[in-house]
C-alpha cells in the first residue's frame, strides 16, 4: 500500500507540472530525461542532454547523421586546397531564426567566439590557425599543421548569427553551468527547430522552423521536453501517458514498462565512464598539512584499480545495461583497440599489499565527487566503490552534487577542486585523438585531475600530424597503452542506453551518444 501511494503521490506532483506547459497537440512530441539543460549556448556546458536541445537549434558546417554519417550541413561542399588548407562553400538562401541572412560572416564570427579561452568547445577547432572569408559563401579553415581529420570535428562547431551576438551583447562567451547571458537563455540558430519558450527546470518547448533550408523526416508540430530527476516519477509519467518517451530506463524498470506496452530501446552508448585522481598537487586537498598527495604514487592508483570489481557494478548497480571495460575509448571510436579492453582485474588483496608498499598501510581518507543526475546510476556507482575502497582501508567521503554544481566545482573553471571524481566522456569526433587531447593530455578541458605523461603528448602531437591512417592509429594506441600502464585513469564501463517509448511513437532514432535529435521522431 505505502508503493501504491508513493507512486500516486509522485504521479500527482508530475501531474501539477503539466498545468503550466504548453496546450498539447496532435504532433506534439513530449519527453523527458533526468535532469535539466544548463543552458542553450553553443560553447559552454559540454553535457549530452544539454548538447542534444542545442543540436536541434544550431547546425554546423557538416552534421551528423543518426548513424554518425558525415553529412552536408551550412556547408555544400568541402574539400583539401592544401595539406593546410580546407575550403568550404557556404550553404547559400539560408536564415536564422530571426530571419537574419546567413552567410561566410556569421561562420567567422562564431569561430572567434567558440575559440575564447572560457569555451568549452575551443578544443575543437584548436588545430586551426586562421579562417578566412573569400566571399560571402566560401570560406578557407587554414590549419597549424595538415589536419586529416579536422571535417570530423565540425559538426561540434555550431554556427550562431553574427548580428544577434552583437546586437544582444554577448560576442563572448561567459563560463558557467548555468550562465545568465542572452546567449544561454534565448537562441537563434539556422536549425530545423526554434525556441518557443524555455522555463528553466520546467520545460523547453520548441517547433519546427518554417524557413529551414532541409527537407523534414519527423512530423511533428511541437516538441516539449522536459527534466524529472526522480526515476520513479519519470516512469510514472511515462505509464500513464504524460510523456511519449523518457531515458534513462534503469533495468530494473524495463520488464514493468514492456508488461504496460511501452517499448524499450537499448543500444550501445559511446561515453565511457571512469574514475580520475587529482594527481597533480603536492598535498592532497583531503590531507591538509600532511605534505603528501596519495595519487602521485602510482602504486596507489594501481591499489584503487584492483579494489574495484567491475563485474559486481554491471551485475549489482547496472543490473547488466553497461559494458565494462578496461579502455578510454569505445568500440566505434577510432583508435579502439580490443587488446587494451580487457577489463582489470579485482584483486582487494594485492591492493592491500600495493598501498602498503607507497606506505599507506593503514589508509587515507579522500573525498569522491560524484554528479546525481548524469549517468545512469551515478551515484549509487560510487556508493558502491566506497565500500569496496573501504576494503582497503580508503575512507571515502561521498560528495554527491547536480552535475551543474559538479563541473562548476571539478572543471577548471572552479579550480579542480576535486581529489577524486567520476567522469563520462564521449570524443566529439568520434576519434581517439579528441580523448587523448582533453581527458589524458596536459591541459586537456576535460582532464579534471591534470594528469600529465609527457610521453602521451608527444605521440598525441604526432598522431595530429600523422596523414597515413594506420599509423596515427598505431600512435593512438601507443599513447593510450601508456596511460593504461600509468593508471592515469580506471576506466569503468560503457553504459547501455535505454529509452522507454508509449506506442505513440512511430519511429525514433537513438544515437549512440545518447541524445534525441527531433529530426528523425515520427508521431503515429
Known sequence: MKTRIAGWALLGLTGALLTVLPAAEAATFRYAASADLLGLDPYINNDGITNAMKGNLYEGLLIRRHDMALEAGL??????????????????????????PFTADDV??????????????????????????????????????????????LPVFLIMCKRWLEGNGTEHVLRGSNAATYANGNAN?????????????????????????????????????????NAEARMQSLLYGEIDMAYPVHAHEVQRLEQAGIRVITGPDLRTVFLGFDSFRD?????????????????????????????????????????????????????????????????????????AQAGYANGFPVTLDCTNDRYDNDEAICRRVALMLARIRITVKLNV???????????????????????????????????????????????????????????????AQEQDPVQRRHLIGQAL????????????????????????????????????????????
Not at 568549452?120 to 595538415?146: F, L
Not at 593504461?484 to 532514432?509: E, N, Y
Open 283 to 355: 598535498e592532497s586537498l583531503d590531507l591538509k598539512g600532511k605534505g603528501r598527495n596519495p595519487f602521485k604514487d602510482r602504486r596507489v592508483r594501481e591499489a584503487f584499480r584492483k579494489a574495484i570489481n567491475l563485474e559486481a557494478l554491471h551485475t549489482d548497480v547496472m543490473r547488466g545495461l553497461s559494458r565494462p571495460t578496461g579502455s578510454m575509448i569505445a568500440p566505434g571510436i577510432e583508435g579502439y583497440s580490443g587488446e587494451l579492453d580487457k577489463p582489470a582485474a579485482y584483486d582487494p588483496d594485492g591492493a592491500s599489499a600495493l598501498l
Open 108 to 153: 567567422i564570427a562564431s569561430y572567434a567566439r567558440i575559440r575564447h579561452d572560457q569555451s568549452a568547445y575551443r578544443s575543437a577547432v584548436a588545430s586551426i590557425r586562421e579562417m578566412r572569408k573569400n566571399d560571402d559563401y566560401e570560406i578557407d579553415i587554414v590549419t597549424k599543421q595538415p589536419d586529416a581529420t579536422l571535417d570530423q570535428g
Open 401 to 463: 552534487q547536480p552535475r551543474a554544481e559538479y563541473f562548476e566545482k571539478a572543471s577548471a573553471r572552479g579550480g579542480n577542486n576535486t581529489s577524486f571524481f567520476i567522469l563520462g566522456w564521449t570524443p566529439p569526433t568520434f576519434d581517439g585523438l579528441a580523448a587523448l587531447n582533453s581527458v589524458m593530455g596536459s591541459g586537456g578541458g576535460a582532464n579534471f585531475g591534470r594528469y600529465s605523461n609527457t610521453k602521451i603528448d608527444i605521440l598525441a602531437k604526432k598522431a
Open 75 to 100: 556547408a555544400t561542399e568541402w574539400v583539401r586546397a592544401a595539406p593546410d588548407v580546407w575550403r568550404f562553400k557556404l550553404r547559400a538562401g539560408v536564415t536564422f531564426h530571426d530571419g537574419t
Open 481 to 524: 597503452a601508456i596511460h593504461q600502464q600509468d593508471v592515469g585513469h580506471i576506466p569503468l564501463h560503457q553504459q547501455v542506453l535505454a529509452w522507454g517509448v508509449r506506442p505513440t511513437v512511430a519511429d525514433i532514432k537513438p544515437r549512440p551518444w545518447n541524445d534525441v535529435d527531433l529530426r528523425w521522431v515520427r508521431l503515429k
Open 189 to 229: 540558430g539556422t536549425g530545423p527547430f526554434k525556441l518557443v519558450r524555455r522555463i528553466p527546470g520546467l520545460y523547453t518547448a520548441v517547433e519546427p522552423y518554417p524557413g529551414w533550408w532541409g527537407k523534414p523526416e519527423h512530423n511533428l508540430s511541437r516538441a516539449v521536453f522536459r527534466p524529472i530527476p
